[in-house]
């Protein structure tokens, strides 16, 4: 495959100059940061769409507002508000929204002109509705919604059979699709499905829509995913893939004629980047059309000429819209931003994009700008007390050679003007195959402002650098989870100490996840760290099989069973080492985690008390999942790792600003 860069400079939101009175940035600016959600483009490029989510303290929870803007500039105007919208949409006419909104609460589809007035009851479905999306005429709305609200049981008889029937390891119901007629709310079921309908995509023409789903309820078979094409008019449903491949992303080809989608193969599920792959609906031929591209293939959209795909791509540490040539393979880059340049919507030409954009130093804002010559528009400014106020760290990216002589890259956040060595953080991804880029993430920038270092490594596994890289933590590639990817760790901590930027009796370490995974490995085998602080890890692999994920330890990372080879799980695992672990360890885990089961790190808390040789924290936290969504657990989880790294990193102890001060 030819690739090739047009060099075109996107955009640098570049930081202010610092003022010599720059404060550090604490836990709670963080927070109070807005977040802006995906930006939405009109049909005919003129107006840009866009969520706000703002914090509230004093409720301890998130609000989200939707603004709108002209792509050509000019002052944001908020129009969607309380109670807050989801799933919106441009309707393919351009003269609304359609979105998702509770009346007596169930999320019913509503539709608002953009021209003004009041939003309009599009549906009075008897269950909430969960997503939605337009034929591309504009004519009908296909939804997606439960069958019923509960099953149909006795009051208190509410035990299930575990992947029988909708249900997995938690209680669920049945999804079918419903054809919603938008001029007089008109509806018809589509489909009588016993399957899980993960995605779909409504034909230009509205009579066909494909399908992404799955018959099977247990949460490890996303293997068993296929692509099915449902013919609106009799309900006739066709299976168009019948593989062992996992594929998503689907779309139309522009003609419909045809079927794209996005998967790691064709065939298997592997474990390499994903590519876009074809279907023609006449030959049933598959085509692969992006076989040599090295990223990570995110969004992508079909030029309206249907002899092009353009896609936002992460490739090594940058995001940028990138244009693949499916007659020839040719792929060239339409942006050329150091950064994250995250284009989100075209218009329906393609001749401007929305997008958001940030880097290290810079939080996200929404910009606009003409295609292909990018001319960018910036249309929010949302938090500029961040460049205004906030001393930021310096980052640059560093490479160096494993202990196998495979480059690693990773991230370097210094105090801005520090002389080393100093005190540093290891900040370990999640994944494994996770990634850290040149985006905006506000630790390194704590830690900095308290004078850390912070080192975020792309270990082998990572996303954004090709197949090799990814496939190198495989037992099929390399040697599995916590060997490799330790090396990888040891040899960057290793060059940064001959560097003289790290004080190599002060360091730390941080992750979460699969970062909690290979940090707790890593502190069997090494007693380089003075702390670590870790959440929502696995530490003992047999244990783990059957409560959460296990796919990808059995097929990529370890292989087999417990019971096929126990000693492998054990020899990848840290509680059966837990005796090893000498470095003061803070652990942190929701109590309604469903992908990493809490009691992992009960078990692994409870055994180092037992053992004595290190001291150990775990803070449990309730109603929280794999990521913690409430501000205050937020707020209490960094706050808390922080004050464990001062006191065993630097000897010192450490309170934050109380949380209703200014920049505290």
Not at 123 to 143: A, C, L, M, N, Y
Not at 197 to 220: K, M, Q, W
């Amino acid at each position: 495959m030819k690739i090739c860069s047009l060099a075109l400079t996107a955009v640098v939101l570049s930081a202010a100059p610092l003022r010599a009175q720059s404060r550090p940035l604490t836990p709670t600016d963080a927070l109070r940061l807005t977040q802006v959600g995906e930006p939405l483009i009109s049909p005919d490029g003129r107006r840009v769409v866009w969520s706000q989510r703002t914090i509230d303290w004093d409720t301890n929870r998130w609000h989200t507002s939707w603004w709108s803007a002209p792509a050509t500039g000019g002052t944001p105007r908020r129009f969607l508000g309380d109670p807050e919208p989801s799933d919106v949409l441009f309707a393919p006419t351009g003269g609304s929204l359609s979105f998702l909104r509770e009346v007596d609460g169930r999320a019913q589809v509503h539709a608002l002109p953009l021209a003004g007035g009041e939003a309009r009851v599009l549906t009075r479905h008897p269950t909430s509705i969960e997503s939605h999306e337009w034929s591309g005429d504009g004519r009908w709305i296909v939804f997606l919604a439960p069958d019923s609200t509960a099953p149909a049981v006795e009051a208190g008889d509410d035990a299930w059979f575990v992947d029988e029937g909708p249900n997995s390891d938690l209680a669920g119901v049945w999804k079918n699709l419903w054809l919603l007629d938008p001029r007089d709310g008109s509806t018809r079921r589509l489909t009588r499905l016993a399957m899980h309908v993960f995605e779909y995509e409504v034909s230009p023409t509205g009579d066909r829509v494909l399908l992404v789903a799955r018959a099977s309820s247990n949460r490890n078979d996303i293997d068993q995913n296929e692509i099915w094409l449902l013919h609106v008019q009799d309900g006739r449903l066709e299976r168009l893939t019948d593989n062992a491949a996992v594929e998503d992303r689907v779309q139309w080809t522009p003609d419909g004629r045809g079927v794209t989608w996005a998967a790691d193969d064709s065939i298997s599920w592997t474990h390499k980047e994903d590519k876009l792959f074809a279907l023609d609906l006449a030959d049933r031929q598959v085509r692969l059309l992006s076989e040599a591209f090295p990223g990570r293939i995110a969004r992508y959209w079909w030029h309206p000429d249907g002899q092009r795909i353009r896609f936002t791509a992460l490739v090594r540490t940058n995001t940028n819209l990138w244009e693949l040539d499916t007659a020839t393979g040719g792929v060239r880059a339409l942006t050329d931003a150091t950064g994250d340049l995250d284009v989100t919507a075209l218009s329906a030409d393609q001749r401007m994009m929305a997008y958001t954009f940030a880097d290290h130093a810079t939080a996200p804002d929404v910009l606009a700008s003409p295609l292909p010559r990018v001319e960018p528009v910036r249309i929010t400014d949302l938090d500029p007390w961040l460049e205004r106020e906030v001393a930021r760290a310096d980052m640059e990216i560093v490479r160096w050679p494993s202990a196998d002589g495979l480059e690693i890259e990773g991230l370097l956040f210094t105090p801005r003007g520090s002389v080393g060595p100093l005190p540093l953080v290891l900040q370990i991804h999640g994944g494994p195959p996770g990634f850290w880029d040149d985006t905006w993430t506000p630790q390194p920038h704590i830690y900095a402002g308290l004078g850390y270092a912070v080192f975020a490594p792309n270990v082998r596994g990572s996303a954004g650098y090709g197949d090799t890289i990814r496939e190198a933590n495989t037992f099929y590639r390399g040697d599995g989870i916590g060997m490799g990817d330790y090396d990888d760790l040891m040899t960057g901590l290793d060059m940064l100490v001959r560097r003289g930027v790290v004080d190599p009796e002060r360091i730390g370490v941080r992750g979460w996840s699969y970062g909690a995974i290979l940090g707790a490995y890593a502190l069997t085998r090494t007693d380089r760290f003075r702390a670590a602080a870790l959440g929502a890890g696995v530490y003992d692999w047999r244990a783990e099989f059957g409560m959460g994920y296990h796919w990808d330890v059995t097929r990529w990372y370890i292989g087999g069973t417990p019971w096929s080879d126990p000693a492998a799980w054990d020899d990848q695992s840290t509680l059966p080492q837990a005796d090893r672990i000498t470095t003061p360890l803070l652990l942190f885990h929701g109590l309604a985690d469903h992908t990493t089961s809490e009691p992992q790190s009960m078990m692994l808390y409870s055994s180092l008390r037992v053992l004595g040789n290190a001291p150990v924290r775990y803070l449990r936290v309730p109603r929280e999942s794999h990521g913690f969504r409430e501000p205050l657990h937020i707020r209490r989880q960094m706050v808390e790792e922080i004050r464990w790294m001062e006191r065993w990193v630097r000897e010192r102890e450490w309170n934050p600003e109380p949380l209703g001060r200014a920049g505290g």
